[in-house]
């Protein structure tokens, strides 16, 4: 089974950038589709960012689109989620997440699409 781990968050002021990264290990990490999800303290999980095994379809919440995107490198086995512009209501743990699939042009959304999660990371965005 393919493991996740996520890594880059940290504590930064609004309007300031930050790069998180989730490494893949086991597995042939080009046939999962992959997604971000967030979560905030004392508030339901919610979808983010996906991106086909392809990386030619990718989707974004709302409220991130413009600011946040996601990208994959299959030769290094990961996947990111470039974060620019961020605001205090970006903080939560970020969860990342993979989907065996054999569609390479579709991303998924929802989480109970996925079938592996990482252990998260923490972002703190400061006012």
């Known amino acids: 089974q393919v493991q996740l781990v996520e890594s880059g968050g940290g504590l930064v002021q609004a309007g300031d950038s930050l790069r998180l990264s989730c490494a893949a290990s086991?597995?042939?990490?080009?046939?999962?589709?992959m997604g971000w999800f967030r979560q905030p303290t004392g508030k339901e999980r919610e979808f983010v960012a996906a991106?086909?095994?392809?990386?030619?379809?990718?989707v974004y919440a709302e409220s991130v689109k413009g600011r946040f995107t996601i990208s994959r490198d299959n030769a290094k086995n990961t996947v990111y989620l470039q974060m620019n512009s961020l605001k205090p209501e970006d903080t939560a743990v970020y969860y990342c997440a993979a989907r065996f699939t054999f569609r390479g042009s579709h991303a998924y959304t929802e989480g109970n699409d996925y079938n592996v999660w990482g252990q998260g990371t923490q972002v703190t965005v400061s006012s």
């Open positions: 991106i086909s095994r392809s990386g030619d379809s990718t």
């Open positions: 086991r597995l042939a990490f080009s046939s999962y589709a």
